[in-house]
């Protein structure tokens, strides 16, 4: 805004310091209850400045396996595994979908628009609702209790296929042209021009589906009964559940802590990409 | 370096469109063939045909000696220009330029040469580390033109190049093609629909229209003997002044009323006369000429351009329109009635019902 009206720039910093508020305090709380004994985290009024003990909960939620009588995952081992589990989807999704979506927008094949509306279609069905039928042909391949099965399944969606086929879609057909003309076959030009010129797109769905893969839940749940196959996410939630004791506040909120981590590092150093490639390249 | 031959060539788009109807043009070595017409008449179809981005329905192509009908379009040896330049644009101008090359297996260090040579040759060498956004348009265009000469090829193909400049650069852009192809001795074909280009590019112009060739033949031949009515109105700016006359009792009749002074020797009873709007000269301002053609003009408007006008007016009954273009600041009053003549050798004379050419012989008697 051009405007300087000192009325309209003071309220509109009030609902940005509000906004941040709403969104920070309950980081700023699972911080501080990461930071002391269980005992504290029983007594009310609950501390709202950080205590001495985050090396130690850190610690002890890192690599111990006993958790109030039960065993379970290590946090390290646990977060190897989302980590495994969410780059996978990422990934697996991203290559599956760009070869896809170049298929559908730059070959003429027969029964090419039927592919297209077939793929369109399962976007109309996620994991969630296709659950029981998917867990059947996931038990019967053997994939429990892997991370083929924990993977595979959720790779398999159109959303990033619908998405680069738009985006393939904005690239001028004089480009396809003029990389013939320069003896550039199909895979050339999908390798050398189309992929760097759908690096912010790439970055931008590789944030989206690492968050995705990360917080999934229902699906591992499902298809695992080993321990040492769970994600950071269902410890969590198992934490909550034990039974006959009181939670303890302090190891849950540093296990939270801890698995909020690498998405944010994700959205940052991916925004980095963003930012370079919506500045550097033009269509 | 090769001669092209388009012999009969045909293009039925899917929908059943016919964008063009048997072209054929024989492009000598070395020469600059502008294609010119209205939008929709197929030219950038006929040159993507030569290109190989579009199939050909029927007809036969062949550059050099060789039949290129389904040769694809790395492999025909030609380089394009785009209209909107298609530069890759995550590339620098280095990497644009020395893409074809790389595909095609060239050495680094020619390719480095090449580079560095038409870059020269185009002034782009102190921006060959920049992105195409980094540059204006004149410069993206040099950069479209460079990526067509680093590999040397058979022919060049331009598609409307100049049509996104403004109006001075490309007047400037326009001259350094024409040096820069005189200078290479490529072939071309190029395409464009402003006839103003076309003059002045071209060895030979082909005016298309509806996807069949209307005319072949220098900008000057073309502009004093157009081959049809169509070729007439679209060469030359403003558009030759067309005539519908027919002849009665020995009197030639503009639209069967007005009696045009003309002398013709011809049997035929009806035909279009066609004179350019500077041909016709008002005699309040200069001479008349003894034989020719005379009429009266009815002053419509005066168009002040700079170094001359155009008068406007309507002759006979006011049912055709005529535009003189007349030297000097001119000022005539709307309504105001001017005689206006032309020399015999300035009239053309056409079929009036297929548009074409006739020649008369011995065209006019001397009155
Ligand atoms: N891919 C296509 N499918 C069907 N018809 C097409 C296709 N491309 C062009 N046409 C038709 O073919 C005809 C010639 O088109 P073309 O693009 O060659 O015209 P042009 O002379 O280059 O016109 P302009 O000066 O506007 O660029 C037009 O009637 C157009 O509608
Ligand atoms: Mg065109």
């Known amino acids: 805004m051009i405007e300087r009206r000192p009325l309209l720039s003071f309220s509109s910093h009030v609902i940005m310091v509000i906004g941040i508020i709403a969104v920070a305090l309950p980081v700023w709380i699972t911080f501080v209850a990461a930071t002391h004994t269980t005992e504290r985290m029983l007594v009310s009024p609950l501390p709202l400045l950080p205590g001495t003990h985050f090396w130690e909960n850190l610690k002890m939620v890192l690599f111990t396996q006993e958790f109030l009588g039960t065993t379970r995952a290590p ?61 059947e042909v996931v038990a019967n391949l053997g994939m429990l209790d892997s991370y083929w099965g924990l993977t595979i399944p959720l790779i398999a969606s159109a959303t990033a296929t619908f998405m680069f086929r738009q985006a393939f879609l904005t690239v001028p057909d004089e480009l396809l ?7 550039a076959g199909p895979l050339k030009f999908f390798w050398d021009i189309l992929l760097p010129l759908s690096r912010t797109n790439i970055a931008a769905l590789f944030v989206i589906l690492f968050t995705f893969g990360w917080n999934q839940y229902l699906w591992p749940l499902l298809i695992t009964t080993k321990t040492e196959m769970h994600t950071v996410v269902m410890s969590i939630k198992q934490m909550l559940e034990v039974a006959e004791a009181v939670p303890q506040w302090n190891i849950i909120m540093m296990t939270s802590l801890v698995a909020m981590l690498p998405p944010i590092l994700v959205v940052v150093l991916m925004q980095r990409l963003f930012v370079k490639g919506l500045v550097e390249s033009e269509k | 370096m090769a001669s092209i031959q388009i012999n009969n060539l045909r293009k039925t788009y899917d929908g059943g469109v016919q964008a063009v109807k048997g072209v054929s043009i024989d492009i000598k070595d070395g020469e600059f063939i502008v294609l010119v017409g209205p939008s929709g008449c197929g030219k ?21 000696d060789r039949l290129v009908n389904t040769i694809e379009p790395a492999d025909r040896d030609i380089a394009m220009v785009f209209q909107n330049y298609a530069l890759y644009p995550h590339m620098t101008v280095y990497n644009n330029l020395a893409y074809g090359l790389k595909n095609r297996g060239f050495a680094k ?9 038409a870059a020269e040759i185009l002034e782009i060498g102190e921006y060959l580390e920049r992105k195409p956004r980094q540059l204006s348009g004149g410069q993206r ?26 109006a001075k650069l490309r007047v400037q852009m326009r001259l350094e093609i024409r040096k820069l192809q005189k200078e290479l001795g ?20 082909v005016v298309l229209s509806g996807g069949e060739v209307e005319q072949i033949g220098s900008p000057i031949d073309v502009y004093e003997k157009p081959a049809s009515t169509f070729v007439a109105t679209f060469i030359g700016s403003p558009a030759m002044n067309l005539l519908p006359l027919s002849k009665d009792d020995n009197n030639w009749k503009l ?23 500077e041909d016709l000269v008002i005699e309040e301002l200069s ?8 009429t009266a003009l009815k002053v419509t408007a005066v168009e002040p351009v700079g170094a001359e006008s155009y008068v406007h007016g309507t002759i006979g009954e006011g049912s055709v329109d005529i535009v003189v273009r007349a030297p000097g600041k001119l000022h005539f009053e709307p309504g105001q009635i001017l005689k206006v003549t032309a020399k015999p050798d300035k009239l053309h004379t056409f079929d009036m019902l297929t548009g074409k050419r006739i020649e008369l012989q011995g065209t006019l008697e001397i009155a």
């Open chain 1, 75 to 135: 946090v390290w081992l646990s977060m190897t595994n989302s980590l495994i589990i969410a780059l996978s989807i990422a990934i697996g999704k991203i290559v599956i979908s760009l070869l896809s979506a170049f298929a559908i927008v730059y070959f003429r094949f027969p029964g090419r628009m039927l592919f297209f509306w077939m793929i369109f279609i399962t976007l109309m069905l996620p994991v969630e609702v296709r659950i029981l039928p998917t867990f």
């Open chain 1, 177 to 183: 042209e003029a990389a013939r003309l320069d003896g």
């Open chain 2, 44 to 64: 950038s179809t006929l040159l993507r045909m030569v290109a190989g981005l579009e199939t050909i329905t029927d007809g036969e192509l062949f550059i050099g």
């Open chain 2, 109 to 117: 260090a020619e390719i480095g040469k090449r580079v560095r040579k």
């Open chain 2, 141 to 166: 265009q040099r950069v479209a033109m460079g990526r067509a000469i680093v590999r040397d090829p058979a022919a060049f193909l331009f598609d409307e190049p100049l049509s996104n400049l403004d």
């Open chain 2, 186 to 205: 490529t072939t071309s074909l190029y395409v464009t629909h402003d006839q103003l280009e076309a003059m002045t590019l071209a060895d030979r112009l």
């Open chain 2, 255 to 277: 639209d069967n009323s007005a009696v045009v002074d003309v002398k013709l020797s011809t049997d035929l009873a009806e035909l279009t006369l066609g004179v350019r709007p």
């Open chain 2, 287 to 294: 001479e008349k000429f003894d034989t020719g053609l005379h």
